[in-house]
């Protein structure tokens, strides 16, 4: 692999490295001089295996997120297929994917609306691949609001379908419909809570989401042990014991999506480059 096989500006992608110091703030990639009529080999880029799984240490291994920020950048509808191929790397805890690709879905817009649904209903995607999806939705709602409705209906329909999801696809489609402060939705959730398809550990459990949504001002039951609760009785049972034993105060816990939103204030070191190709 060469930096020839892409020609300039395509080219400069190459060089340009750890993406990790521009995870909130993407440089401005057309100011490199793509446009519209890079987009096929931005696409190429994007999606080349060699590239994905060059050393860990190399310039080029980067290339692909930067390639996929750009064609972000340039509302590449004709990206949306092939990024959306990209989705199933996120069952190997790929931050690219899991972070990032809803943002670029969220900069191309609504035109990724039906492939996005149609990827998260199909079971036979993992159940992170199927989470990156339902991410995307929430972010294309949020860049375009006149989607948001859209957005809301086809998470809320998914999670109506919450016997047939993973528990914690259940709990990634309520914490992304939290974000997108979707009261109307809340039917759709209580169904979920009520039938225990939900995982706690993602979003806290029904009442948390009451008061995140505003519908309820404060818990009238004591706050569970997420944890704990996740683990099956057996293994509450010994945990229980062990917080005894060593003095643990499990409430501290809390769900894994109030901590991520601690994360945006205080953002925390991602993982090095090689984990993320696991």
Not at 92 to 121: C, K, M, N, S
Not at 157 to 166: G, H, P
Not at 183 to 188: D, L, S, Y
């Amino acid at each position: 692999m060469t930096t020839t096989d892409y020609p300039p500006p395509v080219d400069k992608l190459l060089t340009l490295g750890d993406a990790r110091d521009s995870m909130s703030h993407w440089p401005d990639y057309l100011a490199y001089g793509l446009g519209p009529e890079h987009i096929p080999d931005l696409i190429r880029m994007a999606t080349d295996k060699e590239l994905y799984v060059a050393g860990s240490g190399s310039l080029e291994v980067w290339a692909p997120v930067h390639a996929g920020r750009a064609l972000g950048q340039l509302h590449a509808e004709s990206a949306v297929e092939p990024l959306i191929g990209l989705l199933h790397n996120d069952d190997r805890h790929d931050d690219w994917v899991r972070e990032q690709l809803p943002v670029v879905f969220g900069l191309i817009g609504t035109v990724a609306i039906p492939a996005l649904v149609a990827y998260l209903a199909d079971s036979s995607h993992g159940q992170y691949a199927r989470g990156a999806a339902a991410h995307s939705l929430e972010k294309i709602a949020q860049q375009h609001p006149d989607a948001r409705a859209e957005c809301v209906a086809a998470l809320s329909r998914q999670l109506d379908r919450f016997a047939d999801n993973s528990l914690a696809l259940n709990g990634f489609i309520v914490g992304h419909l939290l974000d997108l402060k979707a009261v109307e939705a809340a039917p759709a959730m209580e169904r979920a809570f009520a039938a225990g398809r939900v995982e706690l550990v993602v979003a806290g459990d029904w009442e948390d989401v009451q008061i995140e949504l505003g519908l309820q001002q404060e818990r009238a039951t004591p706050k569970p042990h997420y944890l704990a609760d996740s683990l099956g009785p057996e293994l509450s049972a010994k945990l229980a014991d062990l917080s005894q034993r060593i003095q643990i105060v499990e409430p501290q816990f809390q769900p894994k999506r109030k901590a991520k939103k601690r994360d945006k204030r205080k953002p925390q070191e991602p993982r090095s480059k090689k984990s993320r190709k696991k």
